[in-house]
């Protein structure tokens, strides 16, 4: 019986969100297309919403520890969940989000990536991939002031402790861009998991744990992103996987 009604508020919680997203899209439109800054206005207005009905619906908060970049950086952080991508885009000033291609043709979504210049990248290309995503940087996204570059370096999301490969797209952007990274672990795959229905109460947190400064090797950056991100993402899931 619980785990039908966490089902049910799973299906609640999806609804609402989505036609959230709809309703404030649609509204933010003319704006967003007039100014980047109030695409970036109306992302961050439905985040919040999202952080409300997941408040009150699924007892699920938010929560974003350690010191939020400003400046133009590059961030790696761990990828699980629908969730932690609107907690980065609602706590970063100025996101711009490595994507896969798909989700241009996605309505909505799409729209809004692209105007505050989010980079689609087609999987499965990789070195032809991988050019053309430090190109599209090069060109727009790199050269704006303080401007957050958000890559998940396993490519998909991932649920807790499944084990995935990190792929060397962001070591290429560290190097390329000489950029400090920043590192983010999560648990947001225990509250919202991919693929599922469920949503577990308790406290989603992204974890701004770590800054490697430009200058390491491809090789030694890739080991020591994976190491440190999938530590502190364990750390932060410990509790809830007991």
């Given at each position: 019986?619980?785990?039908?009604?966490?089902?049910?508020?799973?299906?609640?919680?999806?609804?609402?969100?989505?036609?959230?997203?709809?309703?404030?899209?649609?509204?933010?439109?003319?704006?967003?297309?007039?100014?980047?800054?109030?695409?970036?206005?109306?992302?961050?207005?439905?985040?919040?919403?999202?952080?409300?009905?997941?408040?009150?619906?699924?007892?699920?908060?938010?929560?974003c520890?350690?010191?939020?970049?400003?400046?133009?950086?590059?961030?790696?952080?761990?990828?699980?969940?629908?969730?932690?991508?609107?907690?980065?885009?609602?706590?970063?000033?100025?996101?711009?989000?490595?994507?896969?291609?798909?989700?241009?043709f996605?309505?909505?979504?799409?729209?809004?990536?692209?105007?505050?210049?989010?980079?689609?990248?087609?999987?499965?290309a990789?070195?032809?991939?991988?050019s053309?995503?430090?190109?599209?940087?090069?060109?727009n996204?790199?050269?704006?002031?303080?401007?957050?570059i958000?890559?998940?370096?396993?490519?998909?999301?991932?649920?807790?402790?499944?084990?995935?490969?990190?792929?060397?797209?962001?070591?290429?952007?560290?190097?390329?861009?000489n950029?400090?990274?920043?590192?983010?672990?999560?648990?947001?795959?225990?509250?919202?998991?991919?693929?599922?229905?469920?949503?577990?109460?308790?406290?989603a947190?992204?974890?701004?744990?770590?800054v490697?400064?430009?200058?390491?090797?491809?090789?030694?950056?890739?080991?020591?992103?994976?190491?440190?991100?999938?530590?502190r993402?364990?750390?932060?899931?410990?509790?809830?996987?007991?």
């Amino acid at each position: 019986m619980n785990l039908i009604i966490t089902i049910i508020r799973g299906l609640i919680n999806d609804i609402l969100i989505f036609f959230s997203m709809f309703v404030l899209g649609i509204i933010g439109l003319p704006f967003s297309i007039i100014s980047k800054k109030w695409a970036y206005r109306f992302i961050k207005l439905y985040c919040l919403s999202c952080f409300l009905i997941l408040r009150v619906i699924s007892n699920i908060r938010v929560e974003c520890r350690g010191k939020i970049p400003t400046e133009n950086v590059l961030i790696c952080s761990k990828h699980m969940s629908f969730l932690d991508i609107i907690m980065l885009a609602y706590f970063l000033p100025e996101f711009s989000f490595v994507m896969k291609k798909e989700i241009v043709f996605t309505p909505i979504i799409g729209v809004y990536a692209l105007r505050v210049g989010c980079v689609p990248v087609k999987r499965g290309a990789r070195s032809k991939a991988l050019s053309k995503m430090v190109s599209d940087y090069d060109q727009n996204s790199y050269n704006q002031d303080n401007r957050q570059i958000v890559i998940y370096p396993q490519g998909t999301r991932v649920l807790p402790n499944q084990t995935k490969e990190y792929k060397v797209g962001a070591g290429v952007l560290y190097g390329k861009f000489n950029l400090p990274c920043h590192l983010v672990g999560t648990n947001s795959g225990i509250f919202w998991p991919k693929g599922s229905w469920v949503r577990k109460s308790g406290t989603a947190v992204i974890d701004f744990f770590e800054v490697i400064e430009p200058g390491m090797s491809l090789n030694n950056f890739m080991k020591r992103i994976e190491k440190n991100i999938e530590d502190r993402s364990n750390l932060l899931m410990k509790d809830y996987l007991k």
